[in-house]
């Protein structure tokens, strides 16, 4: 396996897409199966309304992405925002993921709440994939690509 040279990250907006969906879930990196006991127990503890972006909203996050990774001096390889979750394909940059990602959902958030928003926007945490050659870049590419 080479060196890393970009990967894919993924985030959900806030209770559309809970530990134990029957579309499965990504929990430290695996996938697992629907579990519905779960899946009703974390709805239980949601703490506020679900969140879905509209339209207006999904190109609000997604322009404050753009500049977020413009200041990071990140290429981003494409950028899907859906009503109910984001996902960037971009190259490495010298900067861990995690900061990435919080100043992407940091940006996005702010821009949204600029623009009157109100309330928690995303889920914790985010999956990410890597990718270590070319190939696997435009694999992560033409996934993307299909959501939008």
Not at 1 to 17: D, E, S, V
Not at 55 to 76: C, D, P
Request: hydrophobic residues 30%.
């Amino acid at each position: 396996m080479g060196k890393m040279i970009g990967y894919m990250l993924t985030w959900t907006t806030y209770g559309t897409w809970l530990q134990g969906d029957g579309r499965g879930y990504v929990k430290d990196g695996e996938t697992f199966g629907g579990n519905e006991r779960l899946r009703e127990a974390n709805r239980e503890r949601q703490k506020g309304a679900t969140k879905r972006l509209s339209e207006w909203n999904k190109e609000i996050v997604r322009q404050a992405i753009f500049s977020e990774a413009k200041k990071l001096g990140q290429t981003l390889q494409t950028v899907v925002v859906c009503s109910n979750h984001v996902h960037v394909v971009a190259r490495c940059i010298d900067e861990p993921i995690e900061v990435v990602v919080a100043r992407y959902k940091k940006a996005a958030t702010q821009a949204l709440k600029k623009r009157g928003y109100d309330g928690k926007v995303w889920t914790r945490g985010y999956d990410k994939r890597f990718c270590f050659d070319e190939e696997a870049l435009r694999e992560r590419i033409e996934y993307v690509r299909r959501h939008d």
